[in-house]
């Protein structure tokens, strides 16, 4: 049996002919779906440019990223922790937990634990 690339594939089962590519499990198995933990989102032609930089330019742009990831992450976590507090802070005030959405009550949840409800006075969550 001829083995059939990915395109080929793609084709036969794009043009919905009748007949579909043959292939056994062994030839599957020559395959893999794994990516380098370094590499989830940028793809295989990226990371060749990024290789044929100096090394000077890719130390640059790799200090800058990791800068730039953590920056990220904390402007996140610092939005959260503002939203859980402005969240409990309308509870305790007043607003019932049934007008919550799902996602706010999953923030209260992540940032104090199951029983959040209590820190607002309330016995459950209603």
Same mark, same amino acid.
């Given at each position: 049996?001829?083995?059939?690339?990915?395109?080929?594939?793609?084709?036969?089962?794009?043009?919905?002919?009748?007949?579909? +590519?043959?292939?056994?499990?062994?030839?599957?198995?020559?395959?893999?779906?794994?990516?380098? +933990?370094?590499?989830?989102?940028? +793809?295989?032609s990226?990371?060749?440019?990024?290789?044929?930089? +100096?090394?000077?330019? #890719?130390?640059?742009?790799?200090?800058?990223?990791?800068?730039?990831?953590?920056?990220?992450?904390?402007?996140?976590?610092?939005?959260?922790?503002?939203?859980?507090?402005?969240?409990?802070?309308?509870?305790?005030?007043?607003?019932?937990?049934?007008?919550?959405?799902?996602?706010?009550?999953?923030?209260? #949840?992540?940032?104090?634990?199951?029983?959040?409800? #209590?820190?607002?006075?309330?016995e459950?969550?209603?």
């Amino acid at each position: 049996m001829d083995k059939l690339s990915v395109q080929e594939i793609y084709k036969v089962l794009k043009e919905g002919g009748t007949s579909k +590519p043959s292939f056994k499990e062994e030839d599957l198995k020559e395959f893999t779906t794994e990516r380098k +933990p370094s590499a989830i989102f940028v +793809p295989s032609s990226m990371e060749l440019q990024f290789s044929k930089l +100096p090394k000077e330019v #890719r130390d640059h742009y790799q200090a800058y990223g990791e800068q730039y990831y953590n920056r990220t992450i904390d402007s996140i976590n610092e939005t959260i922790d503002r939203r859980a507090k402005e969240l409990l802070s309308a509870v305790k005030s007043g607003l019932s937990c049934n007008d919550l959405d799902d996602d706010e009550k999953v923030i209260l #949840r992540n940032q104090y634990g199951k029983e959040w409800f #209590r820190l607002a006075g309330l016995e459950q969550e209603e």
